[in-house]
């Protein structure tokens, strides 16, 4: 990876891997692309370049690879889950209308693509309980079906076209940067800015409810370490299950409350994302991306929940 360009800079995911990459490649070798409404503020803005790249034109995102000589391509452009089922066509026209156009880019002009799948790509079928690497993908989500889809072409392309594409399989994200919209999984960041704001937390999720989650850190470390990680292991591509900590909303609100004794949370369950979350893996078994590219967490809940608190609570003057 020499010179970057992220699709999607300002989301949740790539507003950090955007400073991330900076840090490592330098500033003006990582292009910050963005949608109109959507522009880099502050110190995304000031620290490299940026460039309007609308992931449905192909023309826009031909010209930011073309002007700034790009190899890399990370394509975040996406709805989370349950946004996803209020705008399907939106989110097909994004996810997979989308990543063809940057695969088309990437094979005309030798691009490496790293594009996100997601715990998302499993479905009611798909054993719960450390879900297999390599096994049923039935999602009934337009979320889930964007992201199979997406498994599926990002393969295509390579073993077709030779493009250098590589995924993982995210779980829900935590960080305390930018919140994410929409996803089934956003309780999990939302029950710390309640925690660190001394208010009641409204829970969407059902008790007992175990989903796979991640502390934004390392998620960061595996989309950069799989593109650059040495490809003449990879038995596996599109995509990389990936995992660090499964819990329900019992568990970590047990784990905030070491800390703040005094949080409260209450059940007010979304028949829509408690829908999703049901249909949606218990825990991942990541043994393929350890064995292929050296995948390893570093945060457990316990550690996420004390920088989680103390970055919030810096934040809102607790
Ligand atoms: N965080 C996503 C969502 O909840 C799942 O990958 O939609």
């Not at 190899?71 to 889950?81: E, K, P």
């Not at 940057?102 to 030798?110: Q, Y």
Request: proline share 6%.
């Amino acid at each position: 990876m020499k010179n970057v360009l992220i699709i999607g800079s300002t989301g949740q995911i790539g507003s950090e891997l955007t400073m991330k990459l900076r840090g490592i490649y330098g500033g003006a070798n990582v292009v910050a692309g963005y949608i109109p409404g959507a522009e880099p503020k502050g110190e995304l803005l000031e620290s490299g370049p940026s460039e309007i790249v609308d992931i449905t034109s192909p023309q826009q995102i031909a010209d930011a690879v073309e002007k700034y000589n790009i190899d890399t391509i990370y394509n975040l452009a996406a709805l989370l889950s349950a946004v996803a089922e209020a705008k399907p066509q939106l989110a097909w026209k994004i996810g997979i209308g989308g990543l063809f156009n940057t695969l088309e880019v990437a094979r005309e002009k030798k691009c490496a693509v790293f594009t996100p799948s997601s715990i998302g790509a499993f479905g009611n079928d798909t054993p719960k309980d450390k879900t297999p690497q390599d096994t049923i993908r039935n999602p009934r989500t337009m979320y889930g079906v964007t992201k199979v889809s997406g498994e599926l072409l990002s393969d295509y392309y390579h073993t077709r076209f030779g493009v250098d594409t590589r995924s993982v399989r995210f779980p829900g994200l935590i960080s305390y940067v930018t919140p994410p919209g929409g996803g089934t999984t956003d309780y999990a960041v939302d029950i710390y800015y309640a925690a660190a704001k001394g208010e009641t937390f409204e829970c969407p999720i059902a008790a007992g409810t175990f989903m796979d989650m991640m502390y934004m850190p390392d998620a960061l470390r595996a989309a950069i370490e799989i593109m650059e990680a040495n490809p003449d292991n990879f038995v596996h591509r599109n995509s990389f299950n990936i995992a660090s900590m499964s819990f329900d909303p019992e568990i970590i609100y047990a784990a905030i409350r070491k800390y703040v004794p005094d949080f409260k949370m209450v059940y007010k369950v979304d028949p829509l994302r408690q829908q999703i979350a049901d249909s949606w893996p218990n825990s991942l078994d990541d043994s393929c991306a350890r064995r292929e590219w050296g995948w390893k967490p570093e945060y457990d809940l316990d550690t996420m929940t004390r920088d989680m608190l103390e970055k919030l609570k810096a934040r809102f003057g607790k």
